[in-house]
């Protein structure tokens, strides 16, 4: 795991810290408290901030609150493991950090959807559909994600907040709302390649390519392996 930090391998550290409580059978897992290994392991997690991260699958995402009372509760281990990821709950209200990594998560989680209900739509699946319903459930999520930006803004001006405000209104059609969030985030980030690129693909979802190859060459001066840039530019052309 000392290795994984040197070579800034976060995502490793990521995905072992869920995963090593599953390891110990639940009789043999207090001893491991005083494993060098297994310290090492964490104060590794620690470091890196491997707690506030969650991944999106299975074993390998962190427990909400809820479980990590229960698991605390039911296991010394357990409770002296998670202790950095209960205390980062505890300061959730006023951790900017937290309410970005939720806001990136309610981004992922609005993008499916809306990707399952288009498809839905489109292709006219053999099932009844209620389009308003649809519509509907889609606005919630899409009000619920710019709720938890706002509580981030609040707390923290941040880029990385305006740029997921730009997605979240991309992925619902509000190309203009999601150029004025990719500007507001490159006034805080101006040598961020990704932002020109995401605002290059607003302008290009309307239409107006010379603005969108404009914005997609500024990501590319800045980063040359900017792969959606690069994508973009070349199926245009």
């Given at each position: 795991?000392?290795?994984?930090?040197?070579?800034?391998?976060?995502?490793?550290?990521?995905?072992?810290?869920?995963?090593?409580?599953?390891?110990?059978?639940?009789?043999?897992?207090?001893?491991?408290?005083?494993?060098?290994?297994?310290?090492?392991?964490?104060?590794?997690?620690?470091?890196?901030?491997?707690?506030?991260?969650?991944?999106?699958?299975?074993?390998?995402?962190?427990?909400?609150?809820?479980?990590?009372?229960?698991?605390?509760?039911?296991?010394?281990?357990?409770?002296?493991?998670?202790?950095?990821?209960?205390?980062?709950?505890?300061?959730?209200?006023?951790?900017?950090?937290?309410?970005?990594?939720?806001?990136?998560?309610?981004?992922?989680?609005?993008?499916?959807?809306?990707?399952?209900?288009?498809?839905?739509?489109?292709?006219?699946?053999?099932?009844?559909?209620?389009e308003n319903a649809i519509?509907?459930?889609?606005?919630?999520?899409?009000?619920?994600?710019?709720?938890?930006?706002?509580?981030?803004?609040?707390?923290?001006?941040?880029?990385?907040?305006?740029?997921?405000?730009?997605?979240?209104?991309?992925?619902?059609?509000?190309?203009?709302?999601?150029?004025?969030?990719?500007?507001?985030?490159?006034?805080?980030?101006?040598?961020?390649?990704?932002?020109?690129?995401?605002?290059?693909?607003?302008?290009?979802?309307?239409?107006?390519?010379?603005?969108?190859?404009?914005?997609?060459?500024?990501?590319?001066?800045?980063?040359?392996?900017?792969?959606?840039?690069?994508?973009?530019?070349?199926?245009?052309?």
């Amino acid at each position: 795991m000392k290795e994984a930090e040197i070579q800034k391998d976060y995502n490793l550290i990521r995905m072992w810290y869920p995963i090593v409580p599953l390891i110990f059978a639940d009789d043999e897992k207090e001893k491991f408290i005083n494993n060098n290994y297994i310290k090492l392991t964490r104060d590794s997690v620690i470091r890196t901030n491997a707690y506030t991260i969650s991944n999106d699958y299975g074993c390998m995402r962190l427990p909400d609150e809820n479980t990590l009372t229960d698991l605390s509760q039911s296991s010394k281990f357990d409770a002296w493991w998670f202790e950095p990821l209960k205390s980062y709950y505890r300061t959730k209200e006023n951790n900017s950090v937290y309410w970005l990594n939720e806001s990136s998560k309610l981004v992922k989680e609005l993008r499916s959807m809306a990707n399952v209900m288009k498809k839905i739509l489109v292709e006219k699946l053999n099932i009844k559909i209620d389009e308003n319903a649809i519509q509907k459930n889609l606005n919630h999520a899409y009000q619920k994600v710019l709720q938890t930006i706002n509580k981030g803004l609040s707390i923290e001006i941040n880029a990385g907040f305006y740029i997921n405000e730009g997605i979240t209104h991309e992925i619902m059609g509000k190309y203009e709302d999601s150029i004025k969030s990719y500007k507001k985030a490159l006034a805080l980030s101006p040598n961020n390649d990704t932002i020109y690129a995401y605002l290059g693909y607003a302008y290009h979802k309307q239409d107006k390519w010379n603005l969108a190859k404009e914005n997609y060459q500024k990501a590319l001066e800045i980063n040359e392996n900017n792969e959606f840039a690069k994508y973009y530019i070349k199926k245009k052309n």
